[in-house]
């Protein structure tokens, strides 16, 4: 495997969900040690990493993943969870999760009613998460609290990553891990020709707040986020729904907030949107543009942060986005990062 590669698979299969991306930011920290002129860590533990001289441009990739915290646990032993992120109930029936307590990681399942014992109506219907436990095998809240089970513990799916043909690599946490190992890639390959902060945010999944404070810290001239993008280039999804696709390089975002009005996201100014497409075509980069109805980035708290920073995304697409088997291709991976580095070698267009 690629360097590169083997980054996103550490990356991918450490646990960290918002509010505990403790893993991921001592990961980052050990990889981008000497590449970078000045690393600080915020009061919330956002990681601002900071080369080169001249006008700012702030980059952003979050830390954190979807995943679920301990609620209850009732006096079975058996533990009840919220959902940290926005998460299908449908996807958590019989996963495999790791609790992560004061007293180490306790292993578990997540349960519910068999079918067989559900009537024909409830057979019907999709199982509630709130219907939902998860089996650490204790026999007792006792024997549960003895393994260090607390109120607010972190639960992560336990998921490896794995490859599939033709370049495509499957794993929990693409989102947005993948942006982290390309932000971490081109602080080690660059020397920017202006003043780079590339910043590893947290709570993104849960409302954008590391990418808040972090820009209002920072005051860039030019904002970028690097996520994911929607690919559905797959069955039960029309070309219209979906047009994006793996291996046709990274998707330039046109706009993206809620489904019905495109109200809460960010609408993409045209100079850097036109920026970005120029750099693309300058440096023979294959690009998508991409209009995302139904969800939103870092940028959009960056380009209100302040008196308002000119900010757009660039993507790699991501088939199965917000499930724990998330996949994308490294060819497109590997474009990202020669995007990124001309962004970062060029002169900003403000």
């Not at 495997?1 to 980054?7: A, D, G, R, T």
């Not at 991921?24 to 000045?38: M, P, Q, T, Y």
């Amino acid at each position: 495997m690629s360097s590169l590669k083997e980054l996103i698979v550490k990356l991918s299969e450490a646990p960290g969900c918002p509010g505990y991306e403790g893993s991921i930011s001592d990961i980052i920290k050990e990889e981008i040690s000497g590449h970078a002129d000045n690393v600080t860590v915020d009061a919330l533990n956002n990681i601002l990493a900071s080369k080169g001289s001249g006008k700012t441009v702030m980059i952003a990739a979050h830390m954190d993943e979807i995943g679920l915290l301990v609620k209850h646990v009732d006096s079975k032993g058996f533990v009840r969870f919220a959902k940290l992120g926005g998460i299908s109930d449908q996807l958590l029936q019989g996963q495999r999760v790791t609790i992560f307590t004061n007293k180490g990681p306790v292993p578990g399942v997540v349960g519910c009613k068999p079918i067989h014992l559900m009537s024909d109506h409830d057979r019907k219907k999709l199982v509630g998460y709130d219907k939902m436990f998860i089996d650490i095998g204790a026999g007792s809240a006792e024997e549960a609290g003895a393994l260090g089970m607390r109120i607010g513990d972190p639960i992560v799916i336990d998921r490896k990553v794995t490859e599939l043909k033709n370049g495509l690599i499957c794993g929990k946490a693409l989102d947005d891990r993948v942006g982290c190992a390309i932000l971490i890639e081109v602080l080690k390959r660059v020397q920017p020709r202006n003043r780079l902060v590339a910043a590893f945010t947290i709570q993104e999944e849960i409302g954008l707040k590391g990418a808040t404070v972090s820009a209002f810290a920072v005051s860039p001239d030019l904002g970028l986020a690097v996520d994911t993008g929607i690919a559905a280039d797959h069955p039960e999804v029309t070309e219209h729904e979906g047009p994006i696709k793996l291996g046709h390089g990274p998707a330039i975002l046109a706009a993206d907030g809620r489904r019905d009005s495109l109200s809460g996201g960010l609408v993409c100014g045209t100079a850097i949107r036109d920026w970005l497409i120029k750099l693309a075509e300058e440096k023979g980069i294959p690009y998508q543009l991409e209009v995302f109805e139904g969800g939103t980035t870092d940028a959009t708290v960056m380009q209100l942060s302040r008196s308002g920073v000119p900010t757009g995304v660039v993507s790699v697409p991501s088939r199965y986005i917000h499930t724990f088997s998330e996949v994308v291709a490294m060819e497109d991976v590997e474009n990202v990062v020669k995007l990124i580095t001309a962004v970062v070698e060029a002169d900003l267009p403000v």
